[in-house]
Nanobody, 123 residues
Framework: QVQPVESGGGLVQAGDSLRLSCTTSGSAFRRYNMGWFRQARGKEREFVAAIRWDGDRTLDVDSVKGRFTISRDNAKNTGYLQMNSLKPEDSAVYYC????????????????WGQGTQVTVSS
């Protein structure tokens, strides 16, 4: 069992960068696939990116390709989402999720969720 905790959100201007972190307690994290999702005000939660437990496979949504990079450091029990060239439409609460078996864009398949971190991008 893991309990993700997100950090690194904030208020930035368009074109800036942020790096979100997802930390967990214990070493179980290294056996879980990790996903990042976001939910803008008034909208449904949407998939952003995912990474396999060993870091050997990643997925991301078209709207962030070339701008966002997902990674992980299992020695630190931490996952990351590097966000570059941020746009106002990237503003949302970003959630980290973990799954012991699933790697993909279906939020319902992820077993553990963090509380989220707010990212606001001003124009």
């Amino acid at each position: 069992q893991v309990q993700p905790v997100e950090s690194g959100g904030g208020l930035v201007q368009a074109g800036d960068s942020l790096r979100l972190s997802c930390t967990t307690s214990g070493s179980a994290f290294r056996r879980y696939n990790m996903g990042w999702f976001r939910q803008a005000r008034g909208k449904e939660r949407e998939f952003v990116a995912a990474i396999r437990w060993d870091g050997d496979r990643t997925l991301d949504v078209d709207s962030v390709k070339g701008r966002f990079t997902i990674s992980r450091d299992n020695a630190k029990n931490t996952g990351y989402l590097q966000m570059n060239s941020l746009k106002p439409e990237d503003s949302a609460v970003y959630y980290c999720a973990a799954s012991s078996r699933y790697l993909g864009d279906n939020s319902g398949a992820y077993e553990y969720w963090g509380q989220g971190t707010q990212v606001t991008v001003s124009s």
